[in-house]
RNA sequence: GCCGGAGUGGUGGAAUUGGUAGACACGCGAGAUUUAGGUUCUCGUGCUCGCAAGGGCGUGCAGGUUCAAGUCCUGUCUCCGGCACCA
């Protein structure tokens, strides 16, 4: 049946074709940037541009958009951009198939997406708008690429690396997930290549220590997550001597109170150590098992149930605390890029040590009895407190702390050993051998090396290569475009080679916040003065699939630009939310599972509103959403009832609500008051749980109470419209229109909490006997103890609990409750 | 194993500093409107005993502190997420 045009009603398409074309004709939410207001910075995760827009980030938008929305009607001035991050894999796997060039699929789809983000009435300046594929901006990724290489922050190194044999290309530490291709799921191998680093170790400690400041602003999983990846660890780097050998060796360990224990030493066989202590005897036997270990992927490599392997290098080590000479072996238990890749085992207290131990027969020397048992016996390694013995100088002591103490004491004498901190993060890997990416901007000269490509020539621009030239073939595709890669070398003019591969797209999104801040800038990568003014971001909202990735990339980011002198901060984010996932009956969304919600349907069927609103009301911002547990329907008759309280009002725009009723203004204020507490602290379900009370009120006032007229219940519908213009911009400014207000209500403020009538609404009290509730009483909201005490102590339920008992105690906490204890 | 988080009705979830457990919704039930279905509106809805008035029980489990515990303390179980042969 067709509805009649109805201004009871409003109809959600047409207010979102009106609405938007209003923002974008009056850069409503343009900055004003002229130092009137305070400045926000609220950032979203930018998108990549895989498709069109899909629930997720609906729900991570609209979180974003919310706290934009609100910073903006409380009188800030507020950056609020978008842009995409829009090079990468599936751009190049598009373009191989449709013989197109991947900026063809890439380009389509950010217009596709960009139409969503307009429709899906997100407070974005647009004008602000950036892609990282473009030579604009990848010019200065280059450009900073540059600036690290000459810190000495990125250099090149040889070494075994993570090889996607799928994608044949390299892959970061970060990007293997249980030994798996983090994007295509293929088990990930070895391969030894010569590659690009960022030397973010050299960060480690500042990145730990930093976040101490970042507590209670990021979720504390977060934060857990990335101390756990940076994995410091202390104790202490000891030298073992090996007759024949100039140098030592030198392990890391974190007890070294148990050296006397160390019965035999153990080195990665892939490590360069490995391949030179061993004896010509034992070299068939080693090249054996160190190629078994290359073919073996990272998954059995990780297995914890794998037995032992190894082999015995022929070679001996003097245990420096007791004189023992002990034997070497290379085992894959032992990581070549952790420590110093060798380490002393002992197998009397380290589990894995005990299985090798055990395994190939070497011996086992307690050195804490910790009153467990012989762990040579029991097959299990102690590893807690107890009694040193078989240790020399510790013989006897009981406490750890003090055992270690006093050894490094003693191989600090010896000139053997030093407490020393290691960390579990590795550099960052960042070259990658595919041609959507950007250009690592140097040559490689026969005679020079890697010379930087000099900065008056940025950018490096990809060549115009398409189709089947895109295919994999081990090797980044840009080697073979020759007419690219062959290029004078700048110092000398003698032939010479561009470096083929492309950056890891974790480089360009570790940087894009700063280019906001001044995105046509030709001159720069961004201008000093504009990020001062707007950094660091007071809001960073984004998945928690980035909590390691992306967010300790851009802290490195932000630490190397402080010490370049472009920043006076350290670190990017003040605050960061990390809304959930939208899932769909109990389980992600798949095209396997056939359980996928499509946005752009839900939109049609429901509008954005509702949709937007949806979101918002299912749940705390961090927590998953199940579509099949809530209702847009219901959301969209919620809608349409805010709606019809501003349809109803009668009063005049700006009539005073002092003149109107006390008891209506009260609950409003104290609704408002509520909601401005829980925007604060993100809880932006409840803010729609009390807006739905707010509107129950005020259809009560209009229908059963002091009607239309009255102009409190103007006032309560205005803050109603406020309120729901952060979740549902559409109907909102509707309302607001429909009131009589100017557009737009994002041009208005948020309203002021009048805090006594926020505090004057009657309470109920509660009177409890003996810890039980007896009696429930309705008492005015500035009730005296005196007086609550007495009103209590008169209540007939409370007289019948009290049964003639003495009144011991009392403890009144007016208005709410008095709590009544008898006497025995 | 280590680290982080969470256990509240049939469901999603509320409950600043200890102070009415279950806000607000979904669903369900009853009624009104409707030719019917849907929509809309009203009332009810933690479990339990009771015709009722009014009791008893109740925030994973077991203790404890307190006039008062979802909230604090001790122990314990389960689930989710991250890391993991990291020395």
């Known amino acids: 049946m067709a509805e009649e045009p109805n201004r009871r009603q409003y109809d959600a398409a047409a207010a979102q074709t009106k609405w938007q074309a209003y923002w974008a004709d009056h850069s409503t939410f343009r900055p004003l940037d002229d130092g009137s207001k305070p400045r926000r910075y609220v950032l979203d995760m930018f ?38 991050d829009s090079f990468g894999l599936p751009a190049e796997n598009a373009a191989i198939k449709n013989n197109a060039h991947p900026a063809d699929w890439t380009y389509a789809n950010i217009d596709t997406q960009a139409r969503s983000l307009h429709r899906y009435g997100l407070s974005f300046d647009w004008s602000r708008r950036l892609h990282t594929s473009d030579p604009e901006y990848y010019r200065w990724t280059q450009w900073l690429f540059l600036q690290f290489y000459r810190r000495g922050l990125a250099y090149r190194k040889a070494s075994y690396v993570n090889w996607c044999p799928k994608d044949q290309t390299v892959l970061a530490n970060e990007q293997v997930v249980q030994g798996v291709c983090e994007r295509c799921g293929t088990t990930v191998t070895k391969r030894q290549l010569t590659q690009w680093y960022f030397r973010i170790t050299d960060y480690a400690q500042r990145l730990l220590d930093d976040m101490t400041a970042l507590e209670g602003q990021w979720p504390d999983r977060v934060l857990a997550m990335q101390r756990n990846w940076i994995g410091r660890s202390t104790g202490a780097t000891v030298r073992f001597t090996v007759p024949g050998r100039t140098e030592p060796i030198t392990v890391f360990t974190t007890r070294p109170d148990t050296l006397f224990g160390a019965t035999f030493m153990v080195v990665a066989p892939d490590a ?36 032992k392997t190894g082999v015995f290098l022929g070679r001996y080590a003097i245990n420096p605390v007791n004189g023992d000479s002990i034997p070497i072996w290379a085992a894959d238990y032992v990581l070549a890029e952790y420590g110093t890749g060798a380490i002393m085992a002992v197998p009397a207290h380290d589990q894995r040590d005990l299985d090798f131990a055990r395994a190939f027969d070497l011996p086992v020397t307690m050195v804490i009895d910790t009153g467990e048992g012989d762990p040579a016996q029991t097959g299990v390694a ?38 020393t901190v290691t960390f579990r993060l590795r550099d960052w890997l960042l070259s990658r051998q595919r041609f959507w990416g950007c250009p690592i901007p140097v040559i490689h000269c026969p005679e020079h090396g890697a010379v930087p490509v000099p900065e008056d020539q940025l950018p490096v ?9 895109l295919a994999p073939q081990g090797t980044s595709p840009l080697a073979a475009a020759t007419d690219w890669v062959n290029v004078p070398c700048p110092i000398c003019g003698r032939p010479s080679q561009r470096d083929a591969d492309t950056m890891d797209t974790f480089v360009d999104s570790s940087w894009y916040f700063y280019r906001y801040c001044s995105p046509q800038d030709e001159k720069a990568a961004f201008d000093p003065a504009e990020v001062a003014k707007w950094m660091p971001v007071d809001q960073y909202v984004g998945g928690v699939e980035h909590a390691i990735l992306h967010l300790l990339y851009s802290r490195f980011f932000t630490k190397v630009l402080f010490d370049l002198g472009l920043i006076d901060f350290q670190e990017p984010f003040q605050r960061l ?11 992600a969304m798949s095209k396997s599972l056939g359980n996928g919600v499509d946005l752009g349907a839900q939109i049609d069927e ?53 003149t109107g009723d006390q008891a209506v203004r009260r609950v409003t204020h104290r609704i408002m008051g509520e909601i401005t507490d829980l925007l604060e602290i993100r809880r932006f379900n409840v803010v729609v749980a009390r807006l739905m009370e707010l509107v129950n009120a005020t259809r009560k006032a209009i229908d059963t109470g002091v009607g239309p007229a009255d102009p409190a219940v103007r006032e309560a519908a205005e803050f109603t419209a406020i309120g729901l213009s952060l979740v549902a911009p559409y109907v909102a400014e509707e309302m607001w229109q429909e009131l009589g207000q100017p557009p737009s209500i994002a041009d208005t403020t948020w ?22 509730i007896r009696a429930k009483l309705t008492v005015p909201a500035d009730i005296t103890d005196a007086d609550a005490e007495a009103m209590a102590l008169a209540d007939e339920n409370v007289q019948r609990a009290l049964d003639g008992r003495a009144v011991a105690k009392v403890i009144v906490r007016a208005p709410k409750m008095v709590s009544i204890v008898p006497a025995k």
């Open 47 to 84: 998108p990549y541009p895989s498709g069109d827009l899909h629930m997720g980030h609906a729900e991570a938008f609209v979180m974003g958009d919310v706290i934009a929305r609100y910073w903006k009607l409380c009188g800030y001035d507020v950056l609020h951009p978008i842009g995409w």
């Open 751 to 772: 309203p002021t909490i009048d805090p006594q009538l926020r505090a004057a609404e009657a309470a109920t009290m509660v009177v409890q006997v003996q810890g039980k």
């Open 382 to 419: 102690t590893a807690g407190d107890g009694v040193y013995v078989n240790s020399g100088l510790l013989d006897g002591l009981a406490n750890k702390a003090e055992g270690i103490a006093r050894i490094n004491a003693q191989l600090a004498a010896d000139e053997v050993g030093e407490p």
């Open 577 to 587: 939310l990390n809304q959930g996932q939208v899932i769909n009956q109990g389980k």
């Open 272 to 307: 360069d150590l490995a391949q030179e202590l061993v004896t010509d005897d034992q070299r068939a036997e080693f090249e054996a098992y160190l190629e078994r270990t290359k073919q073996a992927t990272e998954i059995e490599r990780q297995s914890t149930e794998r037995p």
């Open 606 to 658: 429901f509008g954005v509103d509702a949709v937007r609103l949806t979101m918002v009301f299912a749940g705390p911002p961090e927590d998953d959403i199940d579509w099949a547990d809530v209702s847009a329907a219901a959301t969209v008759r919620f809608l349409q009832r805010a709606y019809r309280l501003a349809a109803d009002v009668t009063s005049e725009v700006g009539a005073d609500p002092a």
């Open 461 to 469: 621009e990809l060549p115009d290569l398409r189709g089947a030239a």
